[in-house]
């Protein structure tokens, strides 16, 4: 292409990069990372419940001896009181309080995450413009566009 020629398209494109990535970066950043905090939310309750479920042997001996510690008895007490936390308590109960614990850091982390994706979200979307620009219209060959990129 006539450098002329890629000179103005390049002011054009400048412009319309800015705005686009500072219009598109701060709304999309700013969902994408509500839509990511909650995802974070949902795959640790997740992982509580399947943890609950699949090794509910494990988790119940832990909340017994929980309960145990709790209670500070002497060693020799100890086996009479598991005996008789094991008859008041015969399974461990759903996690709710790590589900809902994890729920209020959720949201309390929410605006700061939604915050930074303001910020980050033009970022993002500048920098994906510039890949295009080196890419596509200057037509930098990929292999040492990359090379330089990545070149530490």
Known sequence: ????????LSIFYFFFAVVWAILYGMIAGF???????????????????RQWKRYSKRSY????????????????????????????????PFPIYNIV????????LMPFRAIAGFIEGPMIVFDDFK??????IVRKDPKIYYEEL???
């Open 1 to 8: 292409m006539n450098k002329s020629v890629t000179f103005f």
């Open 131 to 136: 890949h295009f620009w080196e890419l596509r």
């Open 31 to 49: 969902i994408f990372k509500i839509i990511a905090t909650w995802e974070d939310f949902f795959v640790i309750s997740n992982k509580e419940i």
């Open 61 to 92: 001996e832990k909340y017994i001896n929980e309960k145990i510690s709790a209670k500070k008895v002497k060693a020799y007490e100890i086996p009479t009181v598991r005996e008789a936390i094991k008859k008041e308590n015969t399974r461990q």
């Open 150 to 152: 990545f070149k530490i």
């Open 101 to 108: 614990v994890n729920l209020i850091v959720a949201i309390i």
